[in-house]
Structures are given as structure tokens and as C-alpha cells.
């Protein structure tokens, strides 16, 4: 039960971290898109358009945002609750089932003393101490099997919450990114439309440079999170 507990853990981490490196690949998507548009805009339209679709574009990107971590908690509850409920039934069968082994070997034992009570006196109190001793072994074995159940749902909690943690603050971080470059870029746009327009080219290897440095820094977490997974 436990190694299915693990398998089901690693299964499911498994299926958050591709849905997590799926979300890094379509915002540096977004982020590429963003980056022509500005280019466009900076070249061909009026500084009054060029702050409406700055503006126009920040709230999409808040909205998108917001809505991705929405869904994102919205599943984890969802998984997170599956997988307890998962739990609960199990061990509510294997307890069950180890309660129908006991009621069996009891009715047996005591089918077995009435049989032979008149035969053998010393037969049947041997038995009888046998019924005790098969009725004590076998209630410290559900005890056991019920407290190692508690602890591994304990330690799969604990994982659970250790792991929604982790991608929170991944997100946190991505998104305080995102905001940061959003930033030089606003600012870079505002200061090519006071500058001639012959300067306004100038900052393109600017923009290059940093979406390189946000290129890499992507990848870079990709090979952690690959990492992560060849060490489990």
C-alpha cells in the first residue's frame, strides 16, 4: 500500500511538473509576442495608442495570470482530495478485510473446541488459548496496519502541501519576473518615444539582450526541474 501511495505521489508530481513546464513554454511565447508587438507599436503609432495597448496588454496579461492560478489551485484541490479520498477507502477495506479474517479464524477455532471439547479437556484448553492468542495477534495486526496507514497519509499531506508550496513560490517568483521585464520595457518604449526617431532602432539589441537572459534563465530551470526528476 505504501509503495502504491509512492507510485501515486510520483505520478502525480510528475503530471504537475509537465502542466508546469507547459505554462513556462506558452509565457515565453507570450513574452516573444509581447516583445513584436512593442517593436510594431514603438515604430508606427502615436504615443497615446502606444499607452493604450501598453495598458491594454498589462491587464491581459494580469488577467491570464490570475486566471492560470486560479485554475491551477482549483485542480490541485481537486487532485488533493481524490487522492485522500483514495486513501480513506483503502484503508477502510484492508481493515474490513483483515476484520472478515479474524471473525473467519474465530467461528473456525471455536467450530474445532465444540467438536473435540468431550474428547480431550487438555485439547480444548489448548485451543481456546490458541483462539486468544490468534484473536490478540491479530487485533495488534490491525492496529499496526491502521497506524502505519495514519503515518503515510500524515507524510503524503506533508508532501502535498510541501509541493503546492514549492510551485506557489515558483510562481511568485515567475511572475514577479515577468512583471519586472514588462517594466524596462514600458520604460524603454517611453524613452524611444521622447528620443528622435532615427534612436529609436537603437533599442532593439537592448530588448534582444534581455529576452536572451529571460531565454536562458527558462532553460536553466528546465534542466533543474529534469534534474529533479532523475534524482526521485
Not at 500500500?1 to 511565447?29: N, P
Amino acid at each position: 500500500m505504501a509503495e502504491s501511495a509512492a507510485q501515486a505521489a510520483e505520478a502525480h508530481e510528475t503530471y504537475r511538473q509537465e502542466q508546469f513546464k507547459e505554462a513556462l513554454r506558452d509565457l515565453q511565447e507570450c513574452y516573444q509576442r509581447e516583445l513584436d508587438l512593442a517593436r510594431c507599436v514603438v515604430g508606427n503609432e502615436a504615443n497615446e495608442t502606444l499607452g493604450q495597448e501598453i495598458e491594454k496588454q498589462q491587464a491581459m496579461w494580469e488577467a491570464w495570470m490570475l486566471r492560470f492560478q486560479e485554475n491551477l489551485e482549483l485542480t490541485w484541490d481537486k487532485e488533493k482530495s481524490l487522492l485522500l479520498t483514495d486513501k480513506d477507502v483503502s484503508l477502510l477495506a484492508l481493515k474490513n478485510q483483515h476484520t472478515d479474517e479474524l471473525l473467519r479464524v474465530s467461528t473456525e477455532a471455536e467450530h474445532t473446541i465444540e467438536v473435540r471439547r468431550m474428547k480431550d479437556g487438555g485439547i480444548i484448553n489448548q485451543l481456546q488459548e490458541e483462539l486468544r492468542s490468534a484473536k490478540h495477534n491479530h487485533t495488534h495486526e490491525i492496529q499496526a496496519l491502521v497506524e502505519k496507514a495514519r503515518r503515510s497519509r500524515e507524510a503524503q499531506e506533508t508532501i502535498l502541501d510541501k509541493l503546492r508550496s514549492q510551485q506557489n513560490q515558483e510562481l511568485i517568483s515567475l511572475r514577479t519576473e515577468l512583471r519586472s521585464k514588462q517594466l524596462e520595457l514600458d520604460a524603454s518604449q517611453y524613452s524611444s518615444a521622447r528620443e528622435p526617431s532615427e534612436r529609436i532602432c537603437g533599442n532593439c539589441p537592448i530588448l534582444e539582450q534581455k529576452k536572451g537572459i529571460l531565454t536562458e534563465r527558462l532553460r536553466l530551470l528546465e534542466e533543474q526541474l529534469r534534474e529533479t526528476d532523475r534524482q526521485r
